[in-house]
């Protein structure tokens, strides 16, 4: 059994087909970049994964589980593009209550550990409002892995952060030992963080496969890694 | 460190002030009960007037659809492990807790109607018909919008009835003469309304497919090419009528917020106008005085009060901002407001003048000419006092409309209501006070429009609130 079950999968609003008949698996532990221009279907697809909406068609797993019921979701951690923290609230209370909400075992110690790794000691008693956006991602991430999930679904996980506590959190996640589908269109993100990628396009799968046969395919055709997934874009 | 699903809720969306409104508004409502118990006063002629502020309000909740969502429930508590009967009652119970507000302020009216035996179940009652409206409200937030406005009319028209006849079957039969009807009527329905939210939770992602519907495409468009910006403001304000914006959700961008061409409002003050005239002629003149009231109240007070509120949660003021002095900008936007506000009244106006000209009533003279004179006034008083009470770009802080926060100042914004309609008000029934009025509302309105002061400070609170 996969942790993550992705198959035929449909999904349009209105008039828009954001979803064609999507398929892919990702093994337990394994992690994957899932890239894809813009309005290609990826942060569709992990809304789907993370239970936020149903598809219309087609069967989802994740760890086994309808990604809507609890169990999945106690497994799960969910990063969306442009998380927004409750503003009103400090760092401290926001990490308090959705930890609280996850049943997060030694809530104290886990949130005195997640400010010191994400450097926000300073701000624990902050309003999220007052806060960059650079914090406010950072506050994101650690909601998103306060309870320590076994399946992480991050959605553009690096925005807004700089270079230096880009390379703590990639090596954080490195060592969480969980599978990880992570949504981006900057192939230098899935290089440092993932081992596979999907290239999706107007919502079907157009490639699978390893990072490094990009690479080399890269090297073969004498183009950048990103000029080889753009013409593979292009193709599909 | 005890940290609940109900005080999240709460914590997120009501600020600490508003919470003591609420409670200011209990013990007042009780205090109201308590001195008022002893004493007969009924007073069948106030009923329209009461169910008619009753219903506005009702109104207000419904269409708002009562339950405040955030973006941060999306990314975060949704997808947490709770079960959905949780989320759902936790929501539920959080909105009924913030629009007890209105039921208890609503008892400070009691006293007019009721026989004293009955004040205190009519008291209980006006929470009754709160909860009826919050949970309609969650239930109808499944169906379209424009179904749901015709759903919410049907209701309000019930709400509306028993103060024209002698109706008892209604939720608010209890405060126009039926208090027995009305308080089982208020009691099974609320319960069963009440019951059926609790018992049928909504699956998560009902609420986000409700929060995500209807964001389909344009059908007009408006083209501001060959426009100057001041020419591009009064374009937009005089074609469209509320505001269209945009909200990017991951990199996709959803367009927001009421868009609805001048010519459907203009439409649909028309058919208001030819119902409003055609009432005079039908209703016996002893009785006018009500619909003169309703019209003066929101007419004059509460439509144009509102659309000048509320047009800051729905400008990209701040990219304008970055494009026109802040007192080019603010004066034109505020003079293009006033203008479509006017042309959307325009049908009563005239409506009013051939009323003055078929009954030959002065106060349909007056009613037209407090119109001209004070809707555009009390518009320009709501655009200034948003941008200072509430400057906050709903849009641009992540929130989604129409969630926001109450807070108290919300509360004090909507407060203006009531000394602004108490003049409009008086000004029907005392003889030159709409001359008056009008000259005074009008110079205010200049004054704030002419103040460079005010102008710079506005751009000040609206800037310091959104990009800091």
Redesign the interface.
């Known amino acids: 059994m996969s942790c993550i079950e992705f198959h035929e999968v449909q999904k349009s609003?209105?008039?828009k087909k954001a979803l064609d008949g999507l398929s892919f698996d990702v093994e337990c532990q394994e992690s994957v970049a899932l890239i894809g221009p813009?309005?290609a279907g990826?942060?569709t697809t992990l809304?789907i994964l993370?239970?936020?909406?149903?598809p219309d068609s087609g069967e989802v797993k994740i760890g086994g589980f309808d990604p809507?019921s609890?169990?999945a979701?106690?497994i799960?951690g969910?990063l969306?593009?442009?998380?927004?923290?409750?503003?009103?609230?400090s760092v401290k209370?926001n990490l308090?209550?959705?930890?609280?909400?996850?049943?997060t075992d030694g809530?104290?110690q886990k949130v005195e550990f997640l400010l010191n790794i994400m450097e926000l000691n300073e701000y624990r008693n902050s309003r999220v409002?007052t806060l960059s956006r650079g914090n406010r991602q950072k506050l994101?991430i650690a909601?998103?892995i306060i309870h320590d999930p076994k399946i992480m679904l991050l959605?553009e996980p690096l925005n807004y952060l700089d270079i230096p506590t880009q390379e703590r959190i990639i090596k954080y996640f490195k060592g969480m030992n969980a599978t990880f589908l992570v949504s981006t269109h900057i192939m230098s993100i899935a290089e440092r963080f993932t081992k596979s990628a999907l290239i999706i396009n107007n919502g079907r799968l157009v490639w699978s496969g390893q990072i490094d046969e990009l690479k080399e395919m890269s090297r073969q055709e004498d183009m950048t890694v990103e000029g080889v997934i753009s013409k593979i874009m292009g193709e599909s | 460190m005890r940290r609940s699903l109900f005080s999240l809720i709460l914590r997120t969306r009501v600020s600490s002030s508003f919470i003591a409104l609420i409670i200011i508004f209990l013990l007042l409502a009780v205090f109201t009960i308590a001195i008022s118990a002893p004493h007969a006063r009924p007073i069948r002629a106030e009923y329209p007037v009461f169910l008619g502020i009753l219903s506005f309000i009702s109104l207000i909740v419904m269409v708002g659809s009562a339950l405040i969502f955030k973006k941060s429930d999306f990314d975060f508590l949704f997808t947490s492990p709770i079960p959905a009967s949780s989320l759902s009652l936790n929501f539920f119970l959080a909105a009924l807790v913030i629009n007890s507000m209105y039921a208890f302020f609503l008892v400070y009216f009691l006293p007019m109607l009721e026989y004293p035996v009955f004040i205190i179940p009519a008291a209980i009652d006006l929470w009754f018909v709160m909860a009826i409206n919050v949970s309609l409200a969650a239930i109808l937030r499944s169906i379209s919008i424009r179904r749901r406005l015709l759903i919410i009319a049907i209701v309000l028209v019930w709400y509306l009835v028993p103060g024209f006849f002698s109706f008892p079957i209604s939720p608010t039969s209890a405060f126009a003469g039926y208090p027995i009807y009305g308080t089982v009527i208020d009691a099974a329905v609320s319960l069963s309304l009440v019951s059926y939210n609790v018992l049928r939770p909504p699956r998560i992602a009902y609420y986000y497919r409700s929060l995500t519907a209807g964001t389909a495409t344009i059908r007009r468009s408006i083209s501001f090419a060959g426009s100057t910006p001041i020419g591009a403001i009064y374009r937009f304000n005089l074609k469209m009528v509320g505001g269209a914006s945009t909200l990017r959700i991951g990199n996709v961008s959803k367009n927001y917020a009421g868009r609805l061409n001048m010519g459907v409002a203009v439409w649909v003050s028309m058919a208001v106008a030819v119902l409003y005239g055609v009432a005079f002629i039908f209703i016996p003149e002893a009785e006018r005085s009500i619909i003169e009231i309703y019209y003066i109240l929101y007419g004059v007070a509460i439509y144009p009060l509102m659309r000048g509120i509320n047009w800051i949660q729905t400008e990209r003021i701040w990219l304008a901002l970055m494009s026109l002095p802040a007192t080019t900008y603010f004066r034109h936007m505020a003079l293009a407001k006033v203008i479509s506000t006017l042309i959307t009244l325009l049908p009563l106006i005239i409506v009013n003048f051939i009323l003055f000209a078929v009954f030959r009533d002065r106060i349909f003279l007056e009613m037209s000419v407090m119109t001209l004179a004070l809707s555009p006034s009390v518009l320009i008083f709501g655009f200034y006092l948003a941008g200072f009470v509430n400057p906050y770009q709903i849009i641009d802080i992540g929130e989604l409309p129409p969630s926001s926060r109450y807070s108290g100042r919300n509360f004090v914004a909507g407060l203006t209501i009531a000394p602004v309609a108490a003049i409009a008000v008086l000004s029907i029934f005392i003889p030159g006070l709409y001359l008056y009025a009008s000259i005074a509302f009008i110079a205010v309105a200049m004054i704030l429009i002419a103040l460079p002061n005010i102008q710079d400070s506005l751009k000040n609170s609206i800037l310091s609130h959104n990009l800091l």
């Open positions: 609003f209105g008039s813009n309005g990826k942060s809304k993370a239970g936020l909406i149903k809507d609890i169990e979701k106690r799960m969910y969306p593009e442009d998380a927004s923290p409750y503003l009103t609230l209370e308090e209550y959705i930890g609280a909400l996850r049943k809530l104290e409002s994101s909601l998103a959605d």
